[in-house]
């Protein structure tokens, strides 16, 4: 309610650009938060400032290497200083009531699991510890008694209209996607494109890695994955509909006709607030909507053609086993190689496929299965990539 104390709250992934949309959030209201631990992959600068600025008991660099730079940046705060994947752990089973899973990939796996299994409430922006272990994780919520808040904005969206208490009258779900900067290209187009171009997302400021995949598309192809998980919802009954203005976040459709939506403007504060302040509505900073300036909002139905991600995952979700854990972790390769200059745009998809094709691993049963079958998809992806760059 409203005279509830300081809550704790723990950002993994806190210098990205999630991370640093909540630590806004906080800053707002400093007096109702005590902040329990701050997580980075490198920035040791931007972790060290973020630690003393919050009054953060733990901040946690995930490069080893970078251990005496964030113990030196923190020397005389009181913050307490750790490095590597374990001190990840350590920092996400730390008492916090609330933990902000931003860290992106499936580096943010282990951490996440670690909040689930001490039953926290748990913001999930990082969608691809459930495209990499959704049975696992979803199995690992319920078995902790953990609340899965998602941030995702349509997975936020269709949470805040979803009947969960009569699930069985949803016919389905829409996810509405921008269609991403390439949205009208053609392939022939797409094929020259450039880092540069791919990153820069006509509605949404956001990391490095998912605006590749909103440009490729791929992004909704995890987000459907991702539903399917959330949502308890079989993918036939998952519908993807282009949406360029990313007014509206997502739609659920019930068995009487009844389409509910959530609308706003395309600013991560939203879901991130609805997350932070459940289960209640909280104030965000944010440009209001207006409809009326806005005129017109365009829906088309999306290409498979051009955008062959949008294939890919169904077919993996379909083929299940250890598809979806190794087409995720051939994404992120994928994606860093192409951010890296060594392979093309279409190469993206295209190498995903490929790694998909030649992985064999039985079914994921443990932690260590998925985390298996992540690292030989990488192996085989990261070959491919070299063969394609030589
Ligand atoms: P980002 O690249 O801006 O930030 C990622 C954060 O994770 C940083 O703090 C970084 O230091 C940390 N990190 C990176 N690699 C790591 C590793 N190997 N080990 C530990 N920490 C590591 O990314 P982002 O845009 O904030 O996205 C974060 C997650 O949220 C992603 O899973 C993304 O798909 C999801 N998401 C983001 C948005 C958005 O608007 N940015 C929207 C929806 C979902
Ligand atoms: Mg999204």
């Given amino acids: 309610g409203e005279k509830d104390g300081p809550r704790t709250v723990t950002v993994l992934g806190s210098t990205g650009s999630i991370g640093t949309n909540t630590l806004d959030l906080i800053a707002r209201d400093p007096d109702r938060y005590s902040v329990e631990a701050l997580t980075a992959n490198g920035n040791v600068e931007a972790l060290a400032e973020q630690a003393r600025r919050f009054g953060a008991r733990m901040a946690v660099v995930a490069d080893p290497a970078r251990y005496g730079d964030l113990k030196a940046a923190l020397s005389g705060s009181g913050v307490e200083a750790a490095a590597g994947p374990e001190a990840l752990c350590e920092a996400a089973a730390r008492p916090a009531d609330w933990v902000m899973a931003a860290i992106v990939g499936a580096a943010g796996l282990e951490p996440t699991l670690e909040a689930v299994r001490r039953g926290a409430t748990v913001a999930l922006a990082n969608?691809?510890?459930?495209?990499?272990?959704?049975?696992?994780?979803?199995?690992?919520?319920?078995?902790?008694?953990?609340?899965?808040?998602?941030?995702?904005?349509?997975?936020?969206?269709?949470?805040?209209?979803?009947?969960?208490?009569?699930?069985?009258?949803v016919e389905r779900i829409i996810l509405t996607a921008s269609g991403g900067p390439?949205?009208?290209?053609?392939?022939?187009?797409?094929?020259?494109?450039?880092?540069?171009?791919?990153?820069?997302?006509?509605?949404?400021?956001?990391?490095?890695?998912?605006?590749?995949?909103?440009?490729?598309?791929?992004?909704?192809?995890?987000?459907?994955?991702?539903?399917?998980?959330?949502?308890?919802?079989?993918?036939?009954?998952?519908?993807?509909?282009?949406?360029?203005?990313?007014?509206?976040?997502?739609?659920?459709?019930?068995?009487?006709?009844?389409?509910?939506?959530?609308?706003?403007?395309?600013?991560?504060?939203?879901?991130?607030?609805?997350?932070?302040?459940?289960?209640?509505?909280?104030?965000?900073?944010?440009?209001?909507?207006?409809?009326?300036?806005?005129?017109?909002?365009?829906?088309?139905?999306?290409?498979?053609?051009?955008?062959?991600?949008?294939?890919?995952?169904?077919?993996?979700?379909?083929?299940?086993?250890?598809?979806?854990?190794?087409?995720?972790?051939?994404?992120?390769?994928?994606?860093?190689?192409?951010?890296?200059?060594?392979?093309?745009?279409?190469?993206?998809?295209?190498?995903?496929?490929?790694?998909?094709?030649?992985?064999?691993v039985p079914a994921p049963v443990s932690l260590e299965d998925v985390l298996a079958a992540d690292q030989e998809a990488r192996a085989v992806c990261t070959g491919l990539v070299g063969d394609l760059a030589a």
């Fill in 127 to 169: 969608k691809e510890c459930l495209v990499c272990a959704g049975t696992l994780f979803m199995a690992a919520v319920a078995e902790h008694g953990a609340t899965l808040l998602p941030v995702d904005s349509e997975h936020n969206a269709i949470f805040q209209v979803f009947d969960f208490e009569q699930k069985s009258r």
């Fill in 182 to 360: 390439f949205r009208t290209w053609t392939r022939e187009a797409m094929a020259a494109v450039t880092p540069e171009q791919a990153v820069a997302h006509p509605n949404w400021s956001m990391g490095a890695k998912i605006s590749v995949d909103s440009a490729t598309m791929m992004n909704k192809g995890l987000e459907f994955i991702e539903a399917h998980h959330i949502f308890a919802m079989p993918p036939e009954k998952i519908e993807i509909l282009v949406h360029p203005q990313s007014v509206i976040h997502s739609m659920v459709a019930y068995e009487d006709g009844s389409v509910l939506a959530q609308l706003g403007t395309p600013d991560m504060r939203t879901p991130i607030a609805f997350t932070l302040g459940w289960p209640h509505r909280m104030a965000a900073p944010t440009a209001r909507l207006d409809l009326g300036r806005i005129g017109t909002l365009q829906f088309e139905t999306p290409d498979h053609d051009r955008f062959p991600a949008l294939t890919l995952v169904r077919d993996v979700l379909k083929a299940g086993g250890a598809c979806p854990t190794v087409l995720n972790a051939a994404n992120e390769v994928a994606v860093a190689a192409f951010l890296g200059r060594r392979i093309g745009f279409l190469d993206i998809a295209a190498l995903v496929d490929r790694t998909v094709e030649r992985v064999a």
